[in-house]
T-cell receptor, first 112, second 114 residues
């Protein structure tokens, strides 16, 4: 089971940082943590992924707890365009199917 | 056009009719996937394919058929559409399925079954 737990919704003000939490308490040692987001009326898009160390890319940062039971997606300066549903997904490193198991995600609202 | 495309973007059909949704990708990705997304919910995997002529069931395969005769195409067929299959359908593709590679999603097909 690749379940993760996220809050249903969060709000942020424009140009402020946003921290989106995700719990994955049953994660195994080889599971990667992926984040995707889905803008309104669009398909999901990849945001970031990590295994053990914190990760940064042009879109966001991913902070992974030392015990790997939780992680946080960080948007450093939220813009109105960041309003979307954010999905935290566990993905087996040894998986040979590439399947992504989506949960309900967190709906992020960004206020001007 | 480069990327992953789906057609049609919108489709209205009637119960009992056969419907085929098309998916085409230009990257030569070996893996392709079909998901459905019901209103207010996350995506659920219908079928996936590891390569041409290799397909397998996902979470919700009942009522759907797929084929993959060419690497770049992955059509999804509803053999006898039902109202419960009203949904938005997303196709995706990826390269090797190691835990760290990303999936690229198409724009979706909104299907309404009357």
């Amino acid at each position: 089971d690749a379940k993760t737990t996220q809050p249903n919704s969060m709000e942020s003000n424009e140009e402020e940082p946003v921290h989106l939490p995700c719990n994955h308490s049953t994660i195994s040692g080889t599971d990667y943590i992926h984040w995707y987001r889905q803008l309104p009326s669009q398909g999901p898009e990849y945001v970031i992924h990590g295994l053990t160390s914190n990760v940064n890319n042009r879109m966001a940062s991913l902070a992974i707890a030392e015990d790997r039971k939780s992680s946080t997606l960080i948007l450093h300066r939220a813009t109105l365009r960041d309003a979307a549903v954010y999905y935290c997904i566990r993905r087996g490193g040894s998986s040979n199917t590439g399947k992504l198991i989506f949960g309900q995600g967190t709906t992020l609202q960004v206020k001007p | 056009d480069a990327g992953i495309t789906q057609s049609p973007r919108y489709k209205i059909t009637e119960t009992g009719r056969q419907v085929t949704l098309m998916c085409h990708q230009t990257w030569s990705h070996s893996y392709m996937f079909w998901y459905r997304q019901d209103l207010g919910h996350g995506l659920r995997l219908i079928y996936y394919s590891a390569a041409a002529d290799i397909t397998d069931k996902g979470e919700v395969p009942d009522g759907y058929v797929v084929s993959r005769s060419k690497t770049e195409n992955f059509p999804l067929t509803l053999e006898s559409a039902t109202r419960s299959q009203t949904s938005v359908y997303f196709c995706a593709s990826s390269t090797w399925t190691g835990g760290h590679n990303e999936q690229f999603f198409g724009p979706g097909t909104r299907l309404t079954v009357l």
